[in-house]
């Protein structure tokens, strides 16, 4: 079996890696899609989708592009019987609806904690013993047993 340098991650690997913590899942793209498909059938993939908004809207630049970006993350995840509402409190989003006449980049930032603490303290437990995420390690490890040995 050939040595790979120790900075070498197999598919499988990377995958398991994902159990570490959210930030690792969230910061690689096959991990997040994974992710984002198991929320989508437990029908709370707003709480990523809103975390994904946010972590957008923190690297606007012009004030007219923040004000518009603001307005759309409130309609869509904010505000009372958005089409995507998140689950926070009512002093977090009253603060939210009072500031984004004058958005910050920092005017999501408490609602953007509660959604993250809500999916690594749920969301992201369940997600590790899915079979979404069991199917992706286990497949994964087959595949790469096969480059080995072909007979498997």
């Known amino acids: 079996m050939p040595v790979k ?5 197999s598919p499988t690997t990377e995958t398991m890696a994902w159990s570490e913590n959210m930030d690792t899942l969230l ?6 899609d994974a992710f984002r498909t198991f929320l989508k059938s437990e029908f709370s993939e707003e709480n990523v989708e809103f ?7 923190k690297k606007t630049e012009s004030a007219e592009k923040m004000a518009s ?3 759309m993350i ?17 002093s977090t989003r009253d603060l939210i609806s009072k500031n984004i006449a004058e958005p910050t980049l920092k005017c999501f930032d408490e609602a953007q904690k509660l959604i993250y ?19 992706l390690v286990n497949g994964k490890q087959v595949g790469n047993h096969k480059k080995w040995f072909p007979f498997l």
């Open 69 to 71: 970006k603001a307005k």
């Open 117 to 135: 603490s809500l999916m690594a303290k749920d969301s992201f437990p369940r997600f590790l013993k899915s079979e979404i995420y069991k199917k």
């Open 5 to 9: 340098c120790c900075f070498y991650r």
């Open 51 to 57: 975390w994904l908004a946010c972590e957008d809207f």
């Open 74 to 90: 409130y309609s869509e995840f904010i505000e009372a019987d958005a089409p995507k509402e998140i689950n926070i409190d009512f």
């Open 27 to 32: 910061t690689n793209q096959a991990g997040l």
